[in-house]
């Protein structure tokens, strides 16, 4: 293994079977695992009886750690970066240690594996020949419609996470913004209450908010058809 080396490594999104051997073999070998929640961490940790070091790098700190973690890795040491769950840097506080990094000419190596993106898109039934990934849209009512509304005329198929507590008014915007047009909602996946709903969105609206939402979503929308270009 190199010295002074960043590796993102992509760890499971629910099921621990979930991760390659690769995975395990770089994060029993790294001084060090940044890990966005430690407590999710340290069960993936403890269920595959590893015993590196774990230290806290969220939202919340990055400021303060990047700094800790760049002196680290110039000081010959390796770390592993995880995520809460899936693949770094991808909506989550990653990026700013990653770019930290290509600055500083440090090495960085990918370790690939499970992806909420990749997962539910699979199983979407949407046309995937190419796609875009939104993330997460902003919590704010106004800012979310003006986004919506630039990517209504997407005929690209549209990804997007979502939390519980705000799945019916993300579903609501896009019934105001886009029609209602063909949605696949997805969560828990590959966990024990993995749930794929296929419709449209008043059908996604009218199911969530008959029923409690639970658990992490990705939302797989249909883009916008050409049949309906005047």
């Known amino acids: 293994m190199s010295s002074g080396t960043l590796y993102l490594v992509s760890t499971p999104i629910g099921n621990l079977e ?8 770089i994060l029993k070998e ?8 430690t407590r999710q961490t340290r069960r993936l940790l403890t ?30 040491e390796t770390i592993a ?9 991808i909506s989550d506080p990653g990026y700013p240690l990653l770019r930290r990094c290509i600055d ?5 190596v990918p370790i690939p594996g499970a992806s909420a993106v990749t997962t539910a898109a699979s199983v979407s ?9 939104e993330g997460f849209l902003s919590p704010k009512a106004g800012k ?13 198929t549209l990804i997007f996470f979502e939390s519980p507590h705000r799945i019916c008014r993300f579903l609501e915007g896009v019934l105001e913004v886009m029609a209602d047009r063909e949605i696949v909602v997805t969560r828990e996946l590959t ?16 199911k969530f908010r008959d029923t409690e939402p639970r658990g992490e979503f990705t939302i797989i929308i249909a883009g916008r058809s050409k049949k309906n270009d005047s």
């Open 18 to 25: 979930d991760i390659t051997l690769r995975a395990l073999r």
């Open 125 to 133: 039934g949407l046309p995937l020949h190419n796609f875009a990934f």
């Open 81 to 89: 970066l995880v995520s809460d769950a899936g693949t770094p840097i």
């Open 104 to 108: 500083a000419e440090i090495p960085i």
């Open 30 to 37: 790294v001084d060090l695992i940044a890990a966005e929640d």
């Open 144 to 156: 979310r419609k003006r986004q919506l509304s630039v990517l209504s005329d997407e005929e690209r």
């Open 47 to 76: 269920h595959y009886d590893i015993h590196t070091p774990l230290t806290s790098y969220f939202e919340g700190n990055q400021q303060t750690k990047c700094d800790k973690l760049i002196a680290r890795l110039t000081a010959s």
């Open 191 to 206: 966990k024990k209450f993995e749930e794929i709903f296929r419709g449209n969105v008043s059908e996604a609206l009218q």
